[in-house]
């Protein structure tokens, strides 16, 4: 399909590697994506569902131990430690490609290595990167058929151009002991071995679109960021876009497909989807931000996705997704946890054994039927609220971004930061509750600044330098924002209804970007005033209004102790810019 030379000598050397019985090009057809489902079909890899209410969808399962991104085995592997970062795990990069290759070795005998070629971003765009994915997994070839651009297409966009991001993705035995996911940014080469969970393996999203791609926005002058675009349309027809970071299962699907309530829908008030994990951020001609979201699809958590609280994402499953470690029925169905309609009697659970309601552990805990992090993988175009902008070559004009995370203290509601740099402090101050969308102890508060924790590919400190040094470019900058829908109260409930119920905090922020907005003057930046903030048919009480918008001092005190003792791993290379607004932010609070 190609007589690229760089490319072809490299699928030379994973051959002569991995040893596969035989290799196929994925050219993006459909035929041969049917083939691919049949074949996963009778192997078992891959299970039908009922096609009369799932019309082209399947199920896969994955290995138990293999249900989540393995942080602690991923590794950005670069000449020089430092360039990595205290926050990343390192290996240089010969002994990271020795490590691997013992694993990667024959690994495929018996088996097929699928060659997928692919592009993050539409073709022909300038914010577009073409990779090349070798694995021996069909799920892995059906997901990114979905995800990104895929095809012959891609190879002929890129030609005999040297320029592509070098995948190689094997199973192996999928024994954790002999995973690794391998980034050799200097390399534009991506290593994964032993898993086949979504993050580890779907080389296009967190490795290529994040840690590699930040890597080169660094470089190049960009953004490569995990953040949801979206568009908000007011009822003068008017759309903003906003783009925001929440760590990972914080809320980035529900909010991006996120239908207003009644009370502002009648209004005409609309909501346009345009990405739901990553947006490449590149300064335009006009002096504004745009953004693009790279992925052609959604891989989104479905336990909690119901029609309730996120009608769109059900209508966007409903043919043509792949369903990966939720509930299964003996008739073809599935389910998850807070899901639509009743549990089934019985059905087989995410872990392969037989499930019913009611099923509990040892400490009389309730056992799940789907994994927590069971995820659907979808066409973005079968979103029915996908904005027409969503494959722009130019991407979409930011007006706002917007940082948060999952805090059941101390974080407000909504809150505006008081410039770009107090905005990145803030930024790259976030922190938020462990989710089941990385193996780690669920629940505890961790610093992840930007929700880049796990997917900047160099130095954060450096990173944190790049994002102050990039907001001095920018003409018109966007205002950042910080938002927390989690906060809870002392029986444990979460006080913001959430969901649909967001739009009310989205409109206060587009209304402060037009200066339309009251809001009150707090040492952490602009909390919206009594009333600014739609609250009209909200069952609230004053309480809850207030603990929503409180901002108190000794708790912020400690807040700032952590935030330096955080900044410390950083050492020298942490930018001056930070450091002047931690001494600024010490003194308001003084002041107050
Ligand atoms: P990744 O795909 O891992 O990056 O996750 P994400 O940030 O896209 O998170 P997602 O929208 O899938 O939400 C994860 C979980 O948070 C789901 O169980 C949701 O039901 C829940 N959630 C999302 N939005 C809200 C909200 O506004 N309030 C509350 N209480 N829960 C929410
Ligand atoms: C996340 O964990 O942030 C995800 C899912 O979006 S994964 O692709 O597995 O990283
Ligand atoms: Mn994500």
Known sequence: MTSNRTLLQWIAEAQELCQPDRIVWIDGSREQQRQLEEEGFSTGELSRLDQSKWPGCIYHRTAVNDVARTEDLTYICTSKKEDAGPTNNWMAPADAYRRASEYFRGSMKGRTMYVIPFSMGPPGSPFSKIGIELTDSIYVVLNMLIMTHSGKEILEELGDSDDFTRGLHGKADRDPSRRLILHFPEDNTIWSVGSGYGGNVLLGKKCLALRLASWFAHKEGWLAEHMLIMGIEDPRGRIDYIAAAFPSACGKTNLAMLIPPEHFRSQGYRVWTVGDDIAWIRLGEDGRLWALNPETGFFGVAPGTNSRSNPNALATIRRNTIFTNVLLTEDGDVWWEDGEGEPPASGIAWDGRPWRPGLTDASGKPIPGANPNSRFTAPVVQCPTISPEWDN???????????????????????????????????????????????????????????????????????????????????????????????????????????GENIRALNWIIQRT?????????????????????????????????????????????????????????????????????????ERFARS
């Open 393 to 499: 070559p130019r991407g979409v004009p930011l007006s706002a971004i917007i940082f948060g995370g999952r805090r059941s203290r101390l974080a407000p509601l909504v809150y505006e930061t008081f410039s770009w740099q107090h905005g990145v402090y803030t930024g790259a101050t976030m922190a938020s509750e462990i989710t089941a969308a990385q193996y780690g102890d669920q629940g505890a508060v961790r610093r992840d600044p930007m929700a880049m924790l796990p997917f900047c590919g160099y130095n954060m400190a450096d990173y944190f330098a790049h994002w102050l040094d990039f907001g001095k470019k920018i003409a018109k900058p966007p205002g950042i924002f910080h938002v927390n829908w989690f906060k809870k109260d002392e029986a444990g409930r979460f006080i913001w209804p959430g969901f």
């Open 514 to 586: 037009r200066g339309e907005a009251g809001a009150k003057r707090t040492p952490i930046g602009f909390v919206p005033s009594t009333g600014e903030l739609d609250l009209t048919g909200l069952d609230l009480s004053e309480k809850a209004v207030a603990e929503l918008f409180a901002v108190d001092p000794q708790d912020w005190q400690e807040e700032l102790d952590d935030h330096k003792r955080f900044f410390e791993q950083f050492g020298e290379r942490l930018p001056q810019g930070l450091r002047d607004e931690h001494q600024a932010f010490r």
